[in-house]
């Protein structure tokens, strides 16, 4: 409390016991004169007041917000495409559905195969670390064409066709694959040809194999068996639900070979040739660029034949798309 304001109090106060002194002195008893003299007291204690008030306002000082300066953010060489992705912090969110091996499967809790390698690769020469999110076929579909931002691209042996482009955005190819024939290994079926009317075929729903029966087998008379997965397919063969299975040839051979499923693969001729990509949302230009330019290094250096090798095929060269 300052001087000036000090001083205005002991002045009131001084009044107040002036007042007082002056009617004792007089030996005030009329009851008017009381009256009088408290209505004085209580007027003067209310300026008492007012003044203290008014001293406290001219005292209050306002302190400015206290500020912060951030250290400027620490230079990285992370790929500006992964600091656009929607975490910005070095991750690439990668979508999957783990259900279709050599390329993408679960093996003691964690997801393995071709296309993860490859993915883990390119993330590394970008600067970025990878966090995986599975999502069956289905629902990777739909994720993809309504560019959703949960993701930032997907690794899953997709197939560039002209009608998922219309809605999704691909990498450029990274693979080049083509249909086969899964049956019984005591099955009569030798060729394509030897399938006809009663004939009971499983697919991935929504693939490209599940296309080509549908073109170029159910107007023969065999009946199409959609399944969500691609181990799916697999366990209905051997359950006797279906006949064979239609499926990309690395992935027949595979199982053929590691799944525990006894029976041959046929290749399918008649069916084309298909690339693979990395898809994403239509608005991932920036990162579909990025992808490109690291994957024709991997390429180019040699890295990419090392996990073909690795995975698909360790006696032969890769085709190239």
């Not at 690439?92 to 296309?115: I, K, N, W």
């Amino acid at each position: 409390m300052n001087y000036r304001l000090w001083n205005n109090i002991s002045q009131v106060k001084g009044c107040i016991l002036g007042i007082c002194t002056r009617f004792q002195m007089r030996k005030v008893c009329d009851m008017k004169k009381r009256l009088l003299l408290l209505s004085l007291i209580a007027v003067l204690a209310v300026f008492s007041f007012a003044v203290i008030g008014c001293g406290n306002g001219e005292e209050a000082t306002t302190e400015a917000p206290e500020t912060t300066t951030e250290a400027p953010a620490e230079t990285t060489d992370v790929n500006p495409a992964v600091m656009n992705g929607i975490r910005g912090d070095g991750t690439l969110v990668v979508a999957t559905d783990p259900s279709y091996p050599p390329f993408q499967s679960m093996q003691g809790g964690e997801v393995v195969g071709f296309d993860i390698d490859l993915v883990d690769e390119i993330a590394s020469r970008m600067g970025a670390t990878v966090e995986w999110t599975f999502l069956e076929w289905d629902g990777l579909l739909t994720a993809l064409s309504t560019d959703s931002r949960d993701f930032d691209f997907a690794a899953s042996a997709m197939t560039i066709t002209e009608e998922r482009a219309e809605t999704i955005l691909f990498s450029d190819p990274y693979f080049v694959s083509v249909q086969a024939l899964a049956v019984p290994y005591d099955s009569d079926i030798e060729s394509i040809d030897d399938v006809g009317e009663g004939f009971r075929v499983g697919v991935q729903n929504g693939t490209t194999g599940h296309m080509f029966s549908t073109d170029q087998l159910e107007p023969k008379g065999v009946t199409i068996r959609p399944y969500q997965g691609g181990q799916e397919c697999f366990l209905a063969m051997q359950s006797g639900e279906v006949d064979g299975v239609v499926i990309d040839l690395p992935v027949a051979v595979n199982q053929a070979a590691e799944g525990g499923f006894d029976m041959r693969v046929i290749p399918l001729p008649a069916a084309d040739t298909e690339n693979f990509g990395f898809p994403m949302g239509q608005s991932r230009t920036e990162m579909a660029a990025a992808i490109n330019e690291v994957l024709a290094e991997i390429i180019a250096d040699g890295t990419y034949a090392e996990i073909y090798a690795r995975w698909i095929d360790a006696d032969n060269p890769p085709t190239m798309p």
